[in-house]
């Protein structure tokens, strides 16, 4: 996995095993969908080390291009959809462009904007009313109030969050993956390890300055025909104005991936 880098737990074990780096007792191999620790160079070297640096390179041109030709993952249709101007404080400004780290309290300012409310629903409206909808939301109550203003529209649609008890998340997530439910609004929830093949159009509306959490959150969608899933995927990400410090976000590594797939 990506942690096996940073990971005490994971040091005791390969010591265990006898390829903590000082020897190879026995073949190691590591597998990761994302094979890199967010922007840390330093992190991404660490994990590498893990397995004695040496890296299999399993396609001779685009991994993405030759694995979506084979319908194992899904193409990408990408858009970007205008977000809000985000004022920061002075500490929160300097969580972002010192840890990339977005603080919770500026997460739940951009979901209380009414106007960035407005330009998400407009857009699910028009979006072909078969397709399962899955998004990202940057606050529990965004994700709440999301839902229900679809529901007024005529949308069946539900939110999910970490305040969700269990057994209902349970029952919300089997309804949307039996197309029961058309939109699911989430909130730090699903990003790893939740199985939703059936989604058609994925929207990132909670930003992120991680391009970790980013693809972790953009995997949801991206399986590939052969793989139980659609042969196209739609992903729109919102474009919130962060001022200078808009380089950071995570999106941006992967918008010519994006579009290499459409090209």
Wanted: hydrophobic residues 40%; proline residues 4%.
């Amino acid at each position: 996995g990506h942690r096996a880098g940073d990971s005490e737990r994971y040091t005791r074990l390969l010591s265990w095993l006898g390829v903590a780096g000082r020897g190879w007792a026995r073949p190691l191999i590591g597998l990761s969908a994302t094979p890199f620790r967010g922007t840390s160079e330093e992190g991404t070297k660490r994990l590498a080390s893990r397995f004695g640096s040496r890296k299999i390179s399993a396609f001779a041109t685009n991994p993405y291009g030759e694995l979506a030709a084979l319908g194992v993952l899904a193409k990408v249709r990408h858009e970007l959809l205008t977000g809000v101007d985000v004022e920061l404080t002075q500490s929160e400004r300097s969580d972002a462009a010192r840890l990339r780290r977005i603080n919770p309290n500026v997460l739940e300012r951009i979901g209380q904007d009414h106007v960035r409310m407005a330009i998400l629903v407009d857009h699910i409206m028009n979006l072909d009313p078969s397709w399962p909808v899955l998004v990202f939301t940057p606050s529990v109550l965004s994700a709440q109030v999301l839902a229900a203003t679809l529901r007024y529209r005529g949308i069946v649609a539900e939110s999910v969050s970490g305040q969700t008890g269990r057994q209902q998340r349970r029952d919300v997530i089997e309804r949307f993956k039996r197309n029961d439910i058309r939109v699911l609004a989430n909130c730090d929830l699903l990003i790893q390890g939740f199985d939703a093949p059936g989604v058609r159009a994925l929207y990132i509306a909670r930003p992120t300055f991680s391009p970790n959490a980013y693809i972790q959150m953009a995997g949801r969608g991206l399986r590939g025909p052969a793989n139980g899933g659609k042969e196209e995927c739609l992903i729109v990400d919102m474009a919130d104005n962060f001022g200078d410090i808009n380089k950071f976000l995570g999106f941006h590594d992967y918008e010519e991936l994006w579009k290499e797939q459409h090209a």
